[in-house]
């Protein structure tokens, strides 16, 4: 078994070296990485002690919180694999999760119970094996967190775990159908930690803010990498994002990085002149924007609120991680691209529908070899299949490169429209309409045309105090789209209408049959 540092060790080895380092923290809480350390010990023996042995699976289904922590390292610890669930979720899709992956244990916190409650007598989790946390009061059956960890011992779980033992398997959000999970193994996070180090320069007197919720790939990858680096990490854990609170939090926590959706930058940019100019946000050098395609003058924004950051992008995915990077000193030369790999990453290809590379500036498909890839989906050998070209594999992005190598994302395959013949990628209509002074946010869909088998409608949401027609916007679009791309339809909705996932990606495909 080859030796390599698992979350467990890695947490292990630093409440050794930095007893007395905070380690991780929300917004009310804190733990030295020793305190972080013995109770993670205390709930990986506490999962053996409830009979869960090596590679059966736990769900969690919690908001941000700095219990989260203590999960993934008690899991890391004990060989455990972890399946958090995206607390959005309905009861039935919870359901879904929960049964497909057979879990034999289910933490539920308090504030998302009624979500459980409706499926449980349908699930086949042991009836001893329901964890509560949080809360004044433990419900009928269900066991206490705090009370499960004191019954249980500090000392390190006598488990065996190997580099290419499964770890998490993380359910992606199902934008093309029933989630699918995606198994990642303790090797491949340990890799993308150092990685993850190395290209965004961070180090052990960095603090992160993680703010994406912690059941989700993006916060789970930083957590990991700064605690490899022996740094802070603070979960952010209100239950929704607040843009001031969030200028707020910068300073109040010492955080130095952040990773958000372009969403909850535009939402803090919004802010008046006077709100922005209350919070000092000096201490911050590093930011990332991803998860969602990042608009230009998004971007310049960033940078002038943020002026003593660097800001960076990133593309990947659950299942390859991440693949490339814009870093900051490419921003204002190489606006609008993703960058180009990882150190470690391994050349990209851009595919055509006949497997070959496709030339210099023209649209591929996004195949990546990544040493931090997934191992492949949960009980789906067709669908693990289907993603990979030998040691290549892709999520179905589009994209073409430069003659500078770099990449520039076009749009989802499973999101191209076909009208006459012609290929559509909603993301370039999307970025002209994004520029009208008026419009908030748009997505661009396809729907039937009995002549040309798709056309193009726009869904728009408008500025607040905005009003534009159709007319104003098609005149736009006219300007700097040629004929096929024009949208054909227009639809008005707010934000609060517009279907996304917990990272802030617009679901194209509920949107369909919507308007």
Sequence with gaps: MTPLLTLGETLAVNAALHPDRIGARDLSRSMTFRVWNQRACRLANALRGLGLAKGDRIAILAYNCVE?????????????????????????????????????AFIVQDELLESVAGIRDRLSVPMANYIHLGGKAVPSGYVGYEDFLAGAVDREPDVPVAPEDTWVILYTSGTTGRPKGAMRNHGSHALLSFGTL??????????????MPMCHANSLFFACAFATAGATNCIYDRKSFDAEHMLATFGA????????????????????????ARH??????????????????????????????????????????????????????????????????????????????????????????TPWCFQGYWNLPEKTAEAFRGAWMSVGDMARRDADGFYTLVDRKNNMIISGGENIYPSE?????????????VAVIGEPDAKWGESVRAVIVLR??????????ADWCRARLAGYKRPRAFSFITDAQMPRTATGKIQHRLLKGRV
């Design 198 to 211: 190395l290209d965004l320069e961070l180090s052990r007197n960095d603090t992160s803010l993680l703010v």
């Design 253 to 276: 926590t010492g955080a130095t990085f952040t990773s958000l959706v372009p969403t909850q930058y535009i939402m803090m940019l919004e802010l008046s002149a006077a709100t922005k």
């Design 68 to 104: 989260w922590m203590e999960i993934y390292a008690a899991t890391a610890k004990a060989g455990v694999i972890a399946v958090p669930i995206n607390f959005r979720l309905t009861g039935e899709e919870i359901l879904y999760i929960v049964e497909n992956c057979s879990a034999r």
């Design 464 to 473: 607040d105090g905005e009003n534009a027609t159709e007319a104003e916007l």
């Design 429 to 441: 209509v999307e970025t002209v309409l994004a520029a009208h002074p008026k419009v908030r946010d």
């Design 280 to 369: 000092s946000l000096d201490g911050v050098r590093r930011l990332l924007i991803s998860s969602a395609p990042a608009r230009r003058e998004t971007k310049l924004a960033i940078m002038e609120l943020f002026r003593n950051s660097g800001l960076l992008e990133m593309y990947g995915s659950t299942e390859q991680a991440w693949a490339t990077i814009l870093k900051p000193s490419e921003q204002l030369t190489k606006l609008g691209s993703v960058g180009r790999e990882l150190t470690g990453t391994g050349r990209i290809k851009l595919l055509g529908d006949d497997g070959q590379e496709v030339p210099e500036g023209e649209v591929g498909e996004i195949y990546s070899r």
